[in-house]
Structures are given as structure tokens and as C-alpha cells.
């Protein structure tokens, strides 16, 4: 979304900014606490967040799990190299993505490679049982890359609202 096309410049205003900064906080606060916080009533609060929600602008709500105590340590990102570049490789790529719990994202890019996958994996031996018999035989994978994470510096769910 550019800034000309920013969800505030057309039928959505400064409470419906509050609200959201709010749920990106804590999507499980109360109406009327959040309707406390923004200095409207609680009915009000509760249409404002169903328009959002019909608007498709809150597309969700979710539980964030701790991923190691959960039981997997280790993160990764994987980068991958396809060959020949085409729309049905793309297809049945995404099609054995989805079938891969490890992986948690998935994205086509551009750049020295043509997919970023984030991988979370409870060791090496399951990395690499992921690399090996999961993605290195995977028609059209050419190359892959694997860059493991040694610390997590920033990670938010969390966006600035333009």
C-alpha cells in the first residue's frame, strides 16, 4: 500500500489509527477498555472494528507461540534458486511448500535467487532431513541456500500505520 493509497486517506480516520495501534498491542484488550483508551464508547469502538474487519484491514486475530519452547530452536531462512523460471514451476513449488510444516513463510523474490523461505526446525538432523529429502529433490529447485539464525536482533508483528 503506497502512501497515496494509505487506508487513512480515504474513509478511515485518526480513532480508526488508535484502534488499531491498540490491537497490534494487545488484540485480546476488552471493547470497552479500548474504548476507555480512546475516549469513545464501547459501541462505537465495536462498529469501528467490524468495519476494519469488513474493510479487510484486520484480516485476523492470532496467538503469537513461543517457537523454542514450543520445541524449535532453530531458525533458518532458506533461499532457493529455480530453474527454468515458469509460472508451473512457481505452482507446483507452492504446492510442496504448503505441505511442509517447517516452513512458516514463504516469498517469490527478486535478486540473486527466486525464493525466501523462513524455516523453524527442532535441530540440524531436522534441517537437514529438510534440505536433503525435502527440497533438494523437488523438481526445479536448482540451488539452495540455508543462512542459520544466531540471534534474533528484532522481530515484531507490529506495523507503523502511514
Not at 474493510?55 to 514450543?70: H, N, P, S
Not at 523474490?109 to 529429502?133: N, P, Q, Y
Amino acid at each position: 500500500m503506497t502512501m497515496a493509497n494509505s487506508v487513512f486517506t480515504g474513509a478511515f480516520d485518526q480513532l480508526d489509527r488508535a484502534i488499531l495501534e491498540e490491537l497490534q498491542i494487545n488484540g485480546r484488550i476488552s471493547v470497552a477498555d479500548l474504548g476507555r483508551k480512546i475516549h469513545l464508547s464501547p459501541p462505537a469502538v465495536y462498529q469501528r472494528i467490524k468495519r476494519l474487519e469488513r474493510a479487510g484491514m484486520i484480516q485476523g486475530y492470532t496467538v503469537l507461540i513461543d517457537r523454542e519452547m514450543a520445541g524449535y530452536p532453530l531458525l533458518c531462512f532458506i533461499r532457493l534458486s529455480l530453474h527454468p523460471h515458469s509460472r508451473e514451476l512457481l505452482d507446483g513449488l507452492q504446492a510442496r511448500i504448503d505441505q511442509l510444516s517447517e516452513v512458516v513463510e514463504c516469498y517469490h523474490v527478486a535478486g540473486s535467487f527466486d525464493v525466501l523461505l523462513k524455516v523453524w526446525v527442532a535441530d540440524h538432523r531436522a534441517l537437514d532431513t529438510l534440505v536433503k529429502e525435502h527440497l533438494m529433490t523437488t523438481p526445479g529447485i536448482e540451488r539452495v541456500e540455508t543462512s542459520v539464525v544466531m540471534s534474533v536482533m528484532k522481530s515484531t508483528t507490529a506495523m507503523k500505520l502511514i
